[in-house]
C-alpha cells in the first residue's frame, strides 16, 4: 500500500534527524510518529494513539499543543534527547497540495536557548574534545550568553576531564578521526559527567564556516584549536539553523592563566555543590552569593571555578571590594539600581538569534534604563578596576531610545496579534488603526440605529469567522423589516441572519484593517529587533561590566556582613592566617565558631601533621585553610583576623572516602588513585590537602604508605602540605624530614567522655579516642565496654612497640632519618615545652564546675606565664 502524501513528508523529514525526536507541526498540535512516538508517549506520559498512513497497520502517534510545547521539550532534554522542531513554513491557505514543512531548528542538551529552560545562576555550556598525538583541544560555548572558549594542552585524558569538570558541560562533542580505546573513553567521560556525549567525523575544510566569522580572532590559534573551534561551531550552526550573530568572538586562553582545580578538588571543597545531594546550599558559592542579577551570579561561579594567580589581577579585585566596603552609600545605590537590571547576556543573545519577542524588548529597555545612574554612582571610584569599567561604560542611550519609542509599554507576548507598536512610530499603522477604530464604532452604534429604524427591539448585530457581521432577527419579527432594506445571508432554526452593502463595506475596512496592521507591525518588529542586534558586542560588553560590578558588590556586602578581612597577597610562599574560619560551616551552624591559625612556609614549616580524634574537626580545619586561599585568590576578603596568603598555582585534596564500584575501584584504591595524582602533578608552589592517608589497608601497610607519602613531599616536592593521620607514629617525623610540624586537636576528657575544643595546637595527640566518638555516635554500651576490654589487652601486648619496629624496617622510612637538627629546632623545642606546660594546666580544668571568678584567676595566672615565654 502507498503511504499518504502527508506521511510520506514526514518520513522525508525524518530522515534528516534521526538522532532526534521529530516533533511535527499539525495544526495546532506538534505530532510525533512511529518509535518517536513510542518514546515520547513513555517519557512524557501521553496517550499513544494511532494515525492511517497508508500501511497495513496505524502508525503509532501522540502529540502535544503547540502553544504549550516548551515544557514537554525541556522534559525530553533533562533525559538526554534531542529534539528536532518541524514547522509549517507557508500558510495553509495558499498552499497547493500538501502544506510545506522544514525543520526550523534542533534542541539539544547543550543548545537551549529559552529562558523557561534553563537556570538563569548558572551557564549551559556544550563542549567539543579533540586528542592528538600531542594532547587534547577543547572548546567551549554557551549559545545562550554568546561565550565561546578553546585552549590546549600536552595532558592525559585525567587533564582534560579536570578542565571539562570546571564547565560541566550539558552536552560533549568528541572528534572520532581515527582515536584510540573509544569505549575507555567513553566509559570515562559517562562516570563523570551526566551529559549528551556525541562521537563526530571532522575535516579541516569544514573550518571554512569559522573563517568567514571570526578571522580576528584565529590567529592565536593552532591547528587543534582551529578543528575544535569548527567542529563545534559547525554543530551549533547546524542545530539552530541561524546565523548565531551574537557568538563574535572566539576567546583563547592557557590552563596555566588560573588555579588548577582538579575534578576531586572541586568536589571535595564542595566549591557549587555539597558532595552529599549534590545541593547549592552548603556550598561556597552558596555562602558568597548576594549578587543582585543572573549575569553576576554566573559570573560570581566561574571566578569561583578560575581563581586567578597574577599578583596584580587579584589586588585589582581586592581594591575594588575594598572601596565598595567603604562606601556604605554607593554600594547601597548600586544595589537598588542592579536589582532592576534583567539577564542582558540572554536577552541580546536571543535577540541576535531572531527568537525574541516584544517582551523581551521592553526587559532589555527597562535594564537599560538604569545604565546612566550605575555609571554616574562609579564615577566616585578610584580603583583600578572599577575606574577602567567607568572610563569605558557605555549607557547605550541610542538602542534604549529606539525600543522606547517603538515597541509599546505592555506587548502581547505573541508576535502576530497587534498592539506590538507604540502609536506614533509608524504613520501607516496609525492611519489603519484609525480606520479600525472608526469602523468598529460604526458596527457598535449599527445595532441601536437599526433597532430605532425598524422598530424590532430584539434586532442585534454579531459577529463569526464563517460569515463576518450580521443583523439577527427572530423569525417572529421578519414581518417588520421594510422591504429590501436588508440582503438574507444564514437561515437558524429561529431567527434569520441579513448583511447590508455597508455594513460588509465597513466589516472589509475593520478586518482588513487588522490583518494588515498585524502584518505591518510584525514586519516592524523585527527590522527594530535587527537593529537592536546590529548592537550586539555593545550589549554584551556592559552586560560584563554589570556582572562584574555585581560580583565584586557581593564580595563586600558579605565581607561586612561576616567581618572577613583583606588578605595581603604575595609571592613569597608563606601562608600566615590568624584566626581563620570556615566560610561555608561558620554559617550553617550560625553558632559560635571556634577560630584557629596556621602558618605554612617554603622552608621550616613545609608540612603539618595533624592528629586528633575523628569528629574534633581536622577536614573543617584543612578546607578552610583551602577556601582561605582559595577566596583571596578570586579577589574576595576572608574569613580571619589576618591573613597573608601566598599564591599558590594548584590546591589538591584528598579527603574523605568513597568507592567507585562501576569502574571496579575500591575505596583505597581510589584513595590512591588520588594520592597518586597529587604526588604526579604537584610543584613547590602547590597546597596540598591530605586526610587520613592510607586508612583503607591493614594498620602496618597504610602506616608505611603514609610514612612514605609525607616523605616524598616534604624531599621531593617541597609544597605546602596539610596531613591529618591517625597514625600517631607519624609525628616522629618532626626533626627527621625538614619543615615537618606536628600540630594537633586539642580535647578536654571529662571521665570516660571527651570535649572537642577544637582548636590546633602544637604538638601531637598521643591517641585516637575512637572508642569515646564511638560512644558519642551511639553505639550500644555493650559494645563500648568490650572494645574498652579488647583495647586493653591490645595495649598490654606493646603493639605500637612491634608498629615501630616494622616501620624502621620499611626501607623508605628508613631513608628519613636525620641526625642532625639546626639550632633553631632546638629553639622551638624549648619553646614548645613551656607551651606544653601551659597546655597541661589548661587540660586539668574543669570547665563545667569551676566559678566565673575562678576562671578570671587562672586565665590572669596563663597569661602571666604566657608573656615570660
Known amino acids: 500500500m502507498a503511504l499518504t502524501p502527508m506521511m510520506q513528508q514526514y518520513l522525508e523529514i525524518k530522515e534528516q534527524c534521526k538522532d532526534c525526536i521529530l516533533f511535527f507541526r499539525l495544526g495546532d498540535f506538534y505530532e510525533m510518529f512511529f518509535e518517536d512516538a513510542e518514546i515520547a508517549s513513555r517519557e512524557l506520559e501521553l496517550v499513544l494513539t494511532g494515525r492511517d498512513c497508508g500501511l497495513d497497520k496505524r502508525a503509532p502517534m501522540c502529540g502535544v499543543p503547540y502553544h504549550s510545547s516548551e515544557s514537554y521539550i525541556s522534559k525530553l532534554i533533562e533525559k538526554g534527547y534531542k529534539v528536532a522542531i518541524c514547522e509549517q513554513v507557508e500558510d495553509p491557505a495558499l498552499a497547493k497540495g500538501i502544506v510545506k514543512r522544514e525543520i526550523i531548528r534542533i534542541v539539544t542538551p547543550g543548545t537551549v536557548m529559552e529562558s523557561s529552560l534553563l537556570d538563569e545562576k548558572k551557564n549551559n555550556y556544550i563542549g567539543c574534545l579533540y586528542f592528538s598525538r600531542d594532547g587534547f583541544s577543547l572548546s567551549v560555548c554557551d549559545i545562550s550568553t554568546g561565550e565561546f572558549l578553546t585552549t590546549s594542552s600536552k595532558g592525559s585524558l585525567s587533564r582534560a576531564v579536570d578542565e571539562l569538570s570546571k564547565y560541566n558541560p550539558a552536552e560533549l562533542l568528541i572528534i572520532d578521526n581515527n582515536i584510540q580505546n573509544r569505549e575507555k573513553l567513553e566509559k570515562t567521560i559517562k562516570e563523570r559527567f551526566n551529559l549528551l556525549l556525541s562521537f563526530v567525523k571532522h575535516d579541516s575544510p569544514e573550518n571554512n564556516i569559522i573563517l568567514e566569522r571570526f578571522n580576528d580572532d584565529l590567529s592565536s590559534l593552532n591547528e587543534d584549536e582551529l578543528n575544535c573551534c569548527g567542529c563545534l561551531y559547525k554543530y551549533i550552526y547546524e542545530t539552530q539553523k541561524n546565523s548565531l550573530g551574537h557568538i563574535v568572538h572566539i576567546k583563547k586562553y592557557e590552563l596555566n592563566d588560573f588555579m588548577v582545580l582538579d575534578a576531586s578538588t572541586r568536589k571535595n571543597l564542595e566549591l557549587t555543590q555539597t558532595i552529599f545531594g549534590k545541593q547549592r546550599k552548603g556550598s561556597l558559592l552558596w555562602a558568597l552569593d548576594k549578587t543582585q542579577t543572573s549575569m553576576g551570579s554566573r559570573l560570581l561561579r566561574k571566578w569561583i571555578e578560575e581563581p586567578l594567580i597574577s599578583q596584580d589581577e587579584i589586588n585589582k579585585r581586592l581594591d575594588s571590594v575594598e572601596e565598595l566596603m567603604n562606601n556604605v552609600y554607593l554600594s547601597s545605590d548600586l544595589k537598588e539600581y542592579l536589582k532592576n537590571v534583567y539577564d542582558i547576556e540572554r536577552l541580546i543573545s536571543k535577540i541576535s538569534c531572531g527568537s525574541a519577542n516584544a517582551r523581551d524588548l521592553i526587559s532589555l529597555k527597562e535594564s537599560l534604563r538604569f545604565l546612566p545612574d550605575i555609571k554616574a554612582a562609579i564615577s566616585v571610584c578610584k580603583t583600578k578596576l572599577l575606574s577602567n569599567i567607568y572610563e569605558n561604560f557605555d549607557t547605550l542611550d541610542d538602542v534604549y531610545k529606539l525600543i522606547d519609542c517603538s515597541i509599546a509599554d505592555n506587548p502581547p507576548l505573541q508576535l502576530k496579534e497587534g498592539g506590538i507598536i507604540k502609536e506614533g512610530y509608524e504613520p501607516e499603522i496609525d492611519k489603519l488603526r484609525e480606520a479600525m477604530i472608526n469602523g468598529r464604532e460604526w458596527i457598535a452604534n449599527l445595532e441601536q440605529k437599526e433597532r430605532e429604524e425598524t422598530g424590532i427591539k430584539s434586532l442585534k448585530v454579531g459577529y463569526n469567522k464563517v460569515f463576518g457581521y450580521y443583523i439577527e432577527i427572530t423569525k417572529s419579527n421578519l414581518s417588520s423589516i421594510p422591504e429590501g432594506r436588508y440582503i438574507r445571508k444564514q437561515t437558524l432554526a429561529n431567527a434569520e441572519r441579513f448583511i447590508t452593502p455597508e455594513l460588509k463595506e465597513i466589516e472589509n475596512l475593520v478586518l482588513g484593517a487588522e490583518e494588515k496592521v498585524v502584518e505591518l507591525e510584525y514586519e516592524k518588529f523585527v527590522s527594530i529587533r535587527a537593529e537592536v542586534s546590529k548592537e550586539v558586542t555593545r550589549i554584551q560588553k556592559m552586560a560584563r561590566y554589570i556582572a562584574i560590578i555585581d560580583v565584586l558588590l557581593s564580595f563586600s556586602q558579605v565581607s561586612f556582613e561576616n567581618n572577613y578581612v583583606k588578605p595581603k597577597i604575595s609571592s613569597d610562599g608563606e601562608i600566615d592566617i590568624k584566626d581563620g574560619r570556615h566560610p561555608v560551616v561558620e554559617k550553617v551552624i550560625q553558632g559560635i565558631f571556634v577560630p584557629n591559625d596556621t602558618f605554612l612556609n617554603l622552608k621550616d614549616d613545609v608540612i603539618s601533621i595533624i592528629t586528633g580524634p575523628n569528629m574534633a574537626g581536622k577536614s573543617t580545619y584543612m578546607r578552610q585553610v583551602a577556601l582561605i586561599t582559595l577566596m583571596a585568590q578570586i579577589g574576595c576578603f576572608v574569613p580571619a583576623r589576618s591573613a597573608k596568603i601566598s599564591i599558590v598555582d594548584r590546591i589538591f585534596t584528598r579527603i574523605g572516602a568513597s568507592d567507585d564500584l562501576s569502574s571496579g575501584k575500591s575505596t583505597f584504591m581510589v584513595e590512591m588513585s588520588e594520592v597518586s595524582n597529587i604526588l604526579q602533578n604537584a610543584t613547590r608552589n602547590s597546597l596540598i590537602i591530605l586526610d587520613e592517608v592510607g586508612r583503607g589497608t591493614s594498620t602496618f601497610d597504610g602506616l608505611s604508605i603514609a610514612w612514605s607519602v609525607v616523605e616524598y613531599i616534604g624531599r621531593r616536592i617541597g609544597a605546602k602540605t596539610l596531613f591529618a593521620t591517625h597514625y600517631h607514629e607519624l609525628t616522629e617525623l618532626e626533626g627527621k624530614i625538614k619543615g615537618v610540624k606536628?600540630?594537633?586537636?586539642?580535647?578536654?576528657?571529662?571521665?570516660?567522655?571527651?570535649?572537642?575544643?577544637?582548636?590546633?595546637?602544637?604538638?601531637?595527640?598521643?591517641?585516637?579516642?575512637?572508642?569515646?566518638?564511638?560512644?558519642?555516635?551511639?553505639?550500644?554500651?555493650?559494645?563500648?565496654?568490650?572494645?574498652?576490654?579488647?583495647?586493653?589487652?591490645?595495649?598490654?601486648?606493646?603493639?605500637?612497640?612491634?608498629?615501630?619496629?616494622?616501620?624502621?624496617?620499611?626501607?623508605?622510612?628508613?631513608?628519613?632519618?636525620?641526625?642532625?637538627?639546626?639550632?633553631?629546632?632546638?629553639?622551638?623545642?624549648?619553646?614548645?615545652?613551656k607551651e606544653n606546660e601551659i597546655i597541661v594546666e589548661l587540660k586539668e580544668i574543669d570547665i563545667v564546675n569551676i566559678t566565673p571568678m575562678e576562671a578570671m584567676n587562672i586565665l590572669y595566672t596563663l597569661s602571666q606565664k604566657a608573656k615570660k615565654m
Not at 578536654?748 to 575544643?757: A, M, N, P, S, V
Not at 569515646?772 to 579488647?790: C, H, R
Not at 606493646?798 to 615501630?804: L, S
Request: glycine fraction near 6%; charge should be negative.
Open 742 to 833: 606536628n600540630y594537633c586537636i586539642s580535647v578536654k576528657e571529662h571521665g570516660d567522655d571527651i570535649l572537642f575544643l577544637r582548636k590546633i595546637i602544637r604538638g601531637g595527640a598521643d591517641q585516637s579516642y575512637g572508642i569515646q566518638v564511638a560512644k558519642l555516635a551511639g553505639l550500644p554500651d555493650e559494645v563500648v565496654s568490650k572494645a574498652k576490654e579488647i583495647l586493653s589487652k591490645l595495649e598490654e601486648s606493646d603493639i605500637n612497640k612491634n608498629i615501630k619496629e616494622n616501620i624502621k624496617k620499611d626501607e623508605i622510612a628508613a631513608t628519613a632519618i636525620d641526625e642532625t637538627k639546626s639550632r633553631k629546632d632546638e629553639q622551638i623545642s624549648m619553646f614548645n615545652y
